[in-house]
Structures are given as C-alpha cells and as structure tokens.
C-alpha cells in the first residue's frame, strides 16, 4: 500500500470512528435527559476557539463549568434543583448552605450528564461537533448551533 493509499485509510477510518463517538455520545446523553424532569427540558455547551486572546495562543476549549439548563446559562437561570448546596453571603464572605430548592431526581442525572462530558478529551469535542459552537442536548435530539462570541 502507498503512503497515499495509507493516508487515505487512515482518513477514512478517523472519519468513521468520529461519526461512531458522536453517535454513542448522543444516546448516551439523550439517555441521561430521559431520567431528568420534565421541568428541565435540555442541557448544553459551547465549545469554541477565542478570536483573540491577550497575546496568548488561542486554544479551542470547551466550556462545562456552567452548563445552559433550558437555553439559559445555569447560574442566571430559574431552576436550580441540580446543587444540593448554593450559597450566601456571611460577614462579607462566601459560606455554602443547603439548597433547599435541591432535588436528587434533578441533581443525580444532571452529575451524570456532566461527568459524561468531563470524561472525554476536550480536543475530542472539536473532532466530534466542531468549533464556534452551542451543543444542546433534548431528550429526543442533539442540536448543534453556530455560536457568536468575542
């Protein structure tokens, strides 16, 4: 076989090996959305490499500290049953207190979904979806949407 020809197989298997992760990442994570209230309709990410950044390199990088629950990033939204704790403010510090709007039936698929995604190479993403990206996970679907940002 050609260095072409190896190239080529080479090209074909990563192409076909993708599009199988990409598959099992889905049901995975759709499977996870079944087992999560119906008051959270979908959960997602953006994943995409900064135009500019002060200098440095600009990596792609993907972005799971705060997840959008609904369309809407988690800390800004209305649901917040998925932290058994939250927090206020004592004596001008921060302390953690019990979140009484906490739900396991909530919290328990929402670690879940997450660990799924921390589990994986964040260059892995790039190769699965793609960069300048809003991933939004259904229970029914996957939808992969363009995303502006600076």
Excluded at 9 to 19: C, D, T
Excluded at 49 to 71: H, K, M, S
Aim: glycine share 6%; charged share 25%; with cysteine.
């Amino acid at each position: 076989m050609s260095m072409q020809e190896q190239i080529s197989a080479f090209n074909q298997a990563k192409v076909s090996l993708v599009e199988s992760l990409k598959t099992e990442l889905n049901q995975k994570l759709q499977a996870i959305m079944q087992k999560m209230p119906t008051k959270i309709q979908s959960l997602g990410w953006t994943q995409y490499t900064p135009y500019w950044c002060d200098g440095d390199i600009c990596e792609f990088g993907v972005n799971l500290d705060l997840l959008y629950i609904n369309g809407e990033y988690e800390d800004g939204g209305e649901i917040d049953c998925h932290y058994p704790t939250t927090y206020d403010v004592v004596d001008g510090q921060y302390k953690d207190i019990p979140n009484p709007n906490y739900d396991a039936a909530c919290g328990e698929p929402y670690e879940e979904f997450k660990g799924v995604l921390e589990s994986i190479p964040q260059e892995f993403f790039k190769e699965i979806y793609g960069d300048h990206l809003t991933i939004t996970v259904y229970r029914d679907r996957v939808d992969v949407e363009a995303f502006d940002h600076d």
